[in-house]
């Protein structure tokens, strides 16, 4: 589908082709990568209270699913090794379900107010072990797995795709209410949305008491 929308004669289909198009890569950018934690990467990780998670499946279908939680949530259990929380969700599985497949995982840490981001790639295994699931109790509740990631890269990000998009900028906040809920666009993808205005709204509130109920 994609193909016949796009001219063959512009697709870059090799590394060569696509090199072409940018400039050498700098020495320290080059360098930058280190495969083991150091104090500041420990530092970053300590402050994030969220972490985009990248997998990909046998088949490779990709997924990224974000993971959050309170600054820190994300435990390091040793210079090479990281371990995440899998706290309540859709279950979906599908973050996990890829790491059973397919151990390569990639990890991007945000730290609210921070330009910068911190880049890790490794490999993971889950783990239902009740002293690792122990240290991870949040509002006395454990989580069911935690995703254990040996890292293979780590690396910091420069902050030109958020000074672009100002994320953290409160003048670039958009309004919310601009938008449907998220109960009615999924209805409307799928069995269809109440057309009464009352009745989506009693939807939307049980969404809302859901949260308060099943963070953890």
């Keep these: 589908m994609v193909e016949q929308m796009l001219d063959e ?8 082709d696509l090199r072409a198009l940018y400039p050498g890569i700098s020495p320290l950018a080059k360098s930058k990568c280190i495969d083991a934690l150091d104090e500041h990467s420990v530092e970053f990780i300590k402050r ?14 990709a997924d990224v699913s974000p993971r959050g939680d309170p ?26 379900a ?9 990890l991007l840490f945000l730290i609210p107010g921070y330009d910068e981001t911190l880049r890790v790639n490794g490999n993971a295994k889950l783990t239902n072990d009740p002293a690792l699931l122990e240290k991870m109790t949040v509002k006395g509740k454990l989580p069911r797995l935690a995703i254990v990631v040996e890292i293979s ?20 906040h958009q309004n ?8 009615k666009m999924i209805l409307d993808q799928t069995t269809g949305a109440p057309e ?15 949260y308060k109920k099943s963070m953890y």
Excluded at 153 to 172: G, P
């Design 9 to 16: 004669k512009y697709i870059v289909s090799t590394e060569g």
């Design 48 to 61: 994030s209270p969220f972490v985009c998670l990248g997998t990909q499946g046998r088949d490779g279908r």
């Design 71 to 96: 600054a820190g949530f994300v435990q390091i259990l040793d210079a090479t090794t990281l371990a995440i929380p899998d706290r309540p969700g859709n279950n979906r599985l599908d973050s996990i």
């Design 98 to 106: 890829n790491i059973v497949e397919n151990p390569a995982v990639g």
């Design 153 to 172: 890269e780590i690396f910091l990000h420069c902050a030109k795709a958020f000074r672009r998009s100002k994320l953290w900028d409160q003048e670039s």
């Design 176 to 183: 919310r209410s601009e938008m449907p809920s998220l109960a």
């Design 196 to 210: 009464d205005a009352a009745e989506q709204q009693k939807i939307d509130d049980r969404l809302e008491e859901s």
